[in-house]
């Protein structure tokens, strides 16, 4: 099956910039669209942004003109460069995968998550 792993998390001050890296190993070929979300305490998960195999891109408003995600297939990887970082993306961020072995499905893979803190 597909397995994700994150990295590059960290501490950063407000307008700092980091770059999240997440690493797709298995059968990676059943990978349709891969995303990075974010979780802070006491909140739901969130999207923050996606990309397909084809590399068409979709933003939360979150972080919009901030981050950008990006795609390497032949690394099978994902990037989130996040620019002008607020207190308030301080979160664990964790990469997504959508598998769809067939016509008739798809499910979830995620990796362990990354601490980004961004401090005041």
């Known amino acids: 099956q597909v397995q994700l792993v994150e990295s590059g998390g960290g501490l950063v001050h407000a307008g700092g910039s980091l770059r999240l890296s997440c690493a797709a190993s298995?059968?990676?070929?059943?990978?349709?669209?891969m995303a990075w979300y974010r979780q802070a305490p006491g909140r739901e998960r969130e999207l923050v942004a996606s990309?397909?195999?084809?590399?068409?891109?979709n933003y939360a408003d979150s972080g919009k003109g901030r981050f950008t995600i990006s795609r390497d297939n032949v690394k099978n990887t994902i990037l989130l460069q996040m620019d002008s970082l607020k207190p308030e993306d301080t979160a664990v961020y964790y990469c997504?995968?959508?598998?769809?072995?067939?016509?008739?499905?798809?499910?979830?893979?995620w990796g362990q998550g990354t601490l980004v803190t961004v401090s005041s």
């Open positions: 990309i397909t195999r084809d590399g068409f891109t």
């Open positions: 997504n995968a959508v598998i769809r072995p067939n016509i008739e499905g798809s499910l979830d893979v």
């Open positions: 298995g059968r990676t070929y059943h990978i349709t669209t």
